[in-house]
């Protein structure tokens, strides 16, 4: 898992002690035929328990239960517009977070040695989907983790703040690819890797926390140098800077 370069001997014994504690503590139930074996377990336990070196496994005491899927997985959905019409979709997840229910994942996505896609810059759906966990400990996803109320509000600001400015980045970009480039082709693809987070994070502020924290650990560099001050507050928030590799 090459995102752990950044912790000494101390944070490497520190994660294997709560990846320990976590397996303790959680099932993690493979669906559709899926069989988990102890290299899934292992590896979903490192990858969940990076962001809580400081947190402590308490951060995760909301929920017990992982399901794992042998692929991608559809969910149905179900929205009400503000004209009162209902709109149903299925949607193709590679994870998701339940408040106070479980974590859903798809192995191919979550297994840190599958072949990565060249346009996942930053992908780590494990993180995403803990760090959703975090921040619904505290009730609805909103970019906002349990926090004392003195770094409450600044952190607001700063969240709000860093997605206003990523969705007018991402706007921006949008209006300047030709007509002729379809946004989803190889070519259009090479136009958003741009920008210093994957387009998604322009959803809402809670998705823009979950795709920050998994290019945090993932790929740090771009978000530091777009998002100086986000970049402190996570600093500041998992304990841990990950542009200090140990080499």
């Not at 019409?85 to 997840?93: A, K, N, W």
């Not at 896609?117 to 909103?142: Q, T, Y």
């Not at 100086?228 to 800077?241: A, E, H």
């Amino acid at each position: 898992m090459p995102w752990l370069g950044h912790l000494d001997a101390a944070g490497l014994a520190r994660l294997r002690e709560l990846s320990a504690g976590f397996l303790a503590a959680k099932t993690i139930t493979g669906a559709a035929g899926f069989e988990v074996d102890d290299r899934v377990r292992v590896a979903i336990a490192a990858q969940a328990c990076l962001p809580i070196l400081k947190l402590g496994l308490a951060a995760y005491d909301d929920f017990v239960e992982i399901v794992v899927y042998p692929d991608r997985f559809l969910v149905s959905r179900s929205q009400v517009d503000e004209a009162g019409v209902v709109h149903e979709s299925t949607d193709e997840l590679a994870g998701e977070a339940m408040e106070r229910g479980p974590v859903v994942l798809s192995w191919p996505d979550a297994d840190p040695n599958a072949d990565a896609d060249p346009a996942s810059r930053g992908w780590n759906v494990v993180i995403h989907e803990f760090a959703h966990k975090l921040d619904m400990l505290d009730g609805e996803p909103d970019g906002v983790p349990p926090l004392p109320a003195r770094r409450r509000a600044a952190w607001t600001r700063e969240i709000e703040g860093a997605w206003e400015s990523f969705c007018g980045m991402l706007d921006r970009l949008e209006e300047s690819i030709p007509r002729h480039v379809d946004p989803e082709s190889p070519q259009g693809e090479a136009w958003y890797a741009s920008l210093p987070l994957d387009p998604y994070a322009a959803t809402d502020v809670g998705e823009f926390f979950a795709v920050a924290a998994e290019a945090f650990f993932v790929d740090p560099e771009p978000l530091a140098e777009v998002f100086p001050d986000l970049y402190r507050l996570l600093t500041d928030y998992f304990g841990q800077d990950p542009r200090s590799a140990v080499r």
